[in-house]
């Protein structure tokens, strides 16, 4: 089974600070990675996919990727309070199937 | 398109009911997912499908858990006899299998099993 780790967090940046979430992955394989998005009694949101090493940024978000670490991060810039949510890391687990990491509670305090 | 719906969004039952949650999946989407979300355990893929056929139940926790899907737009998570352990939140999620384009996930059923 493959693991995904991440830091559950609370990570607790102020506003217009940039916040950082990493997440490690145990399979050298894995080609693709996901970032998704969960506010509190919400269903998770895909808000940014990756798939080459180095950086693909989107708006405010920036993903990087280091497959020779095995890490995947995730930027997020100007730090909002609507930014408050957990965020959640997911890897390919087998034939189009994703395994998620416990994910990461964000707090953007004003 | 009203993406993935599920039904119910709360249900509360007792101990040893059967309980049923409904999934309608986004048109076009060959791929449906079961996952099952708890504080302790986080996110948990019970089963999928492509094509209406089970590829994956390796997660589904025992055998008083069953899915099916009798077409493309209908899936249903049984669970007979229900427990109190059982209670999550269940999501289920479509995707079209494509590169990039990840999940979609439903609302949710919030399983409250007492």
């Known amino acids: 089974q493959k693991e995904v780790e991440q830091n559950s967090g609370p990570l607790s940046v102020p506003e217009g600070a940039i916040a950082s979430l990493n997440c490690t992955y145990s399979?050298?394989?894995?080609?693709?990675f996901f970032w998704y998005r969960q506010y509190s009694g919400k269903s998770p949101e895909l808000i940014m996919s990756i798939y080459s090493n180095g950086d693909k940024e989107d708006g405010r978000f920036t993903a990087q990727l280091n497959k020779a670490s095995q890490y995947v991060s995730l930027l997020i810039r100007d730090s909002q309070p609507s930014d408050s949510a957990t965020y959640l890391c997911a890897v390919p687990g087998g034939y189009n199937k994703l395994i998620f990491g416990a994910g990461t509670r964000l707090a953007v305090h004003p | 398109d009203a993406g993935v719906i599920q039904s119910p969004r709360h249900e509360v039952t007792e101990m040893g009911q059967e309980v049923t949650l409904r999934c309608k999946p986004i048109?076009?989407?060959?791929?449906l997912f079961w996952y099952r979300q708890t504080m302790m355990r986080g996110l948990e893929l019970l089963i999928y499908f492509n094509n209406n056929v089970p590829i994956d139940d390796s997660g589904m926790p025992e055998d008083r858990f069953s899915a099916k899907m009798p077409n493309a737009s209908f899936s249903t998570l049984k669970i007979q006899p229900s427990e109190p352990r059982d209670s999550a939140v269940y999501f289920c999620?479509?995707?079209?299998?494509?590169?990039?384009?990840?999940?979609?996930f439903g609302s949710g059923t919030r399983l409250t099993v007492v």
């Open positions: 399979d050298r394989v894995s080609q693709s």
């Open positions: 999620a479509s995707s079209p299998g494509l590169r990039g384009y990840g999940y979609t």
């Open positions: 048109s076009g989407h060959d791929y």
